[in-house]
């Protein structure tokens, strides 16, 4: 097994990013493809002695700029790290991909370089997030598509259901819909309309909508939603975790019980820190491609490219594509090719 | 000053209620006009001590059933406690209303009974939500309008800012539009077009977009979102807020260390749950109508509708409604009627 690795993508590269697939290495024995500019790589991995056995090395001059246009990827950036991933994956230098660069750029360099499955016209972005739960739910789409028809999130619905037991192994998961109500009647005229296909497609453990306060409590496995709404609502529990965790460390720093509480406690507050902060959790798979491609967060760190690693190594392992292609061709819900 | 008081709606009713308009008379002053069903609230007030005084009591034999069609509010309903609330102050009997009872009942209510400002064709819900500043931003709207022009969106815009202005006395608010990415090119059409309006409207200290992850971070004062964008933030927040109450409680409760914290920070533990819970924070203004209608949380304790009542006085005593209508009339972005 063998995962290529952006090593220019985030903001903590490419030490990070090295670190990371260092880390992989050895506790999942696979081998990394890290790329970018090789003299730059070598030079972080000597001066923070890390053991570069079984990582290899390929070449990339530029990196993808954040701002950029995300369409550059496909055909003007062929210099970058992104890009050069994004070829060897293609080209079947590696199994799956890892990348910490630009949403937009990985959505486009996945749908249309390693291009998409069959029945799939529009690739959506999966998130793992923990929750009551700590293994997770997936919400999806949470960024591709801020415009969606009613048959593009039936189809999220089946590549999530796919995604989850592949991947998690939890078989037929609960599948709700995100909306601003429980009630069938709630919503826009898309999402009223989903429901309607979600609900009459037996291949899917459709159990209704799910309001926003829920979706971390634990009741239901797939989380579908439009990319708009989707995105808000990851990002909002992104900044409220964030919010209370500086919240809380206030609190401990105020008066005399709250800092011999904070030494007391300091072991369950390390943890509960990083069980609340959502940028550490690996990697949002783009889903309804051809190949395993794991956006990891902008911002990750050593652990979490490692956890984004494993996602990549999980979604090869267990054929994941393929399983999502024959879903689609089964589905009963939605047209096809939406 | 006299606020009608919806005593049959939400789920503590009318116990609550009661004791919340107890606690306002007292505080702020004002008189209150509680509306149900007279021999009941006068039970529930001798046999709870609650003092009378500053309380008048007038009949509503029924209560408006959260699972009933909204729109039935505004004729079919005419024994509830709701509709009598709204036709009390449609009446003039008192200067603003408060209830906790079904959203969408009170959004229509307020809507065809007490009618909209001319300039707004679709009032929005407005909630004002501590952050980091305690004081809190207007997200609006959150719930009345799934379906949205960017016309609505520049309205918005417009009302929140005099609410703040009126409300909370903040001068020139800063007004962001919520949005999947900061840049004027995120988002669908209807966000792309908005972005547009609101960044012409010389009367609007317009700041861009803003991302779910930084609303709590107070970077904007007014955050203006459609109804079921809105709706999805304000109840992702919610949720995530009673995630971490619930997963901090644990912390305090796994081993002795813990233990001892608990009992050493007992104060500020619980001035933290308080702060974090999202159900207990006063009202939601329906903005864009006639007269003042808060609309308190579900789930409101005698705290809650206490600070609903102080809304719906502020509001009343600042002349919101006829400020909004001169600046809707002033307005340089979107169409009339919008």
Redesign the interface.
């Known amino acids: 097994m063998r995962i290529i690795l952006d090593a220019f993508g985030g903001d903590l590269a490419p030490l990070e990013p090295l670190k990371g697939a260092r880390a992989a290495v050895k506790e999942y024995g696979v081998e990394i493809l890290a790329v970018g500019d090789v003299e730059k790589m070598t030079a972080v991995c000597r001066e923070n002695n890390i053991d570069t056995k079984g990582i290899a090395f390929k070449q990339a001059d530029g990196v993808f700029d954040m701002?950029r246009d995300a369409m550059d990827i496909v055909k003007k950036a062929k210099d970058t790290s992104l890009y050069v991933a994004f070829k060897a994956l293609a080209d079947g230098e590696g199994d799956a991909m890892v990348s910490a660069g630009s949403t937009g750029a990985v959505i486009m360099g996945a749908t249309f370089i390693i291009k998409r499955l069959k029945g799939c016209k529009r690739p959506a972005l999966g998130m793992l997030m923990p929750?009551?739960n700590p293994d997770g739910f997936l919400l999806m789409d949470c960024?591709a598509n801020?415009?969606v028809r009613p048959e593009m999130l039936s189809r999220f619905a089946t590549i999530g259901k796919v995604y989850m037991e592949k991947v998690t192994g939890r078989q037929n998961p609960r599948i709700a819909l995100?909306n601003?109500g429980t009630?069938d009647s709630?919503?826009?005229?898309v999402?009223i309309r989903a429901y309607k296909l979600l609900a009459r497609d037996k291949n899917l453990n459709f159990i209704g909508n799910i309001?926003?306060?829920?979706?971390?409590?634990d009741e239901a496995d797939v989380v579908v939603a439009d990319?708009?709404?989707g995105?808000?609502?990851?990002?909002?529990?992104?900044?409220?975790?964030?919010?209370?965790n500086?919240?809380?460390k206030e609190?401990?720093k105020?008066?005399l019980?709250?800092m011999?509480?904070a030494m007391?406690?300091k072991k369950?507050?390390k943890a509960?820190k990083k069980?609340?902060d959502y940028t550490e959790y690996g990697g949002a798979p783009v889903l309804g491609v051809q190949k395993g491609v794991i956006k990891a967060h902008g911002s990750s760190d050593a652990n979490a490219f490692k956890n984004a690693i494993r996602q990549a190594v999980k979604y090869a392992e267990n054929d994941v594509g393929e399983t999502i292609e024959k879903a689609l061709a089964e589905s009963e819900s939605g047209e096809e090719n939406a």
């Not at 709630?186 to 005229?189: N, V």
């Not at 309001?211 to 409590?217: A, F, P, V």
């Open positions: 701002h929750g009551k960024g801020a415009d995100l601003n009630e709630k919503g826009d005229d999402h309001e926003g306060r829920d979706i971390l409590n990319g708009f709404s995105n808000i609502a990851l990002k909002t529990i992104e900044g409220a975790a964030a919010f209370m500086g919240e809380m609190m401990f105020s008066g019980g709250g011999i509480s007391l406690m369950q507050l509960f069980r609340m």
